[in-house]
């Protein structure tokens, strides 16, 4: 699988962004895609993902409510929309995919969110 993440830049607080990931190689149907992020000097956490088998979306706490995941199936992509910014949004944003789980990555995407 390969994945290519665009749409970072710098937004003010309060702000939106939207990302994308362009998925090839796999058959998107049958992927688990989600989003993941690394702030600097900090861990990758995981920000919201689809279950390919239930077709659910996941969210980690922080995000919910104010970012939403969505899919284009025709065009193998996967959008994160991020409203209402904070500047500890600020971080690189990795899509990851696989068959069973989160396997492959992306490049990332920067997100700087000014205060």
């Known amino acids: 699988v390969q994945l290519q993440a665009s749409g970072g830049g710098l937004a003010q607080s309060g702000g939106s962004l939207r990302l994308s990931c362009v998925a090839s190689g796999r058959t998107f149907s049958k992927l688990v895609i989600g989003w993941f992020r690394q702030a600097p000097g900090k861990a990758r956490e995981f920000v919201g993902g689809?279950?390919?088998?239930?077709?659910?979306?996941n969210y980690a706490d922080f995000v919910k409510g104010r970012f939403t995941i969505s899919i284009d199936s025709a065009k193998s992509t996967l959008y994160l929309q991020m409203n209402s910014l904070k500047s500890e949004d600020t971080a690189v944003y990795y899509c990851s995919a696989g068959v069973s789980g989160y396997e492959h990555w992306g490049q990332g995407t920067l997100v700087t969110v000014s205060s």
């Open positions: 689809i279950s390919r088998t239930g077709g659910s979306i």
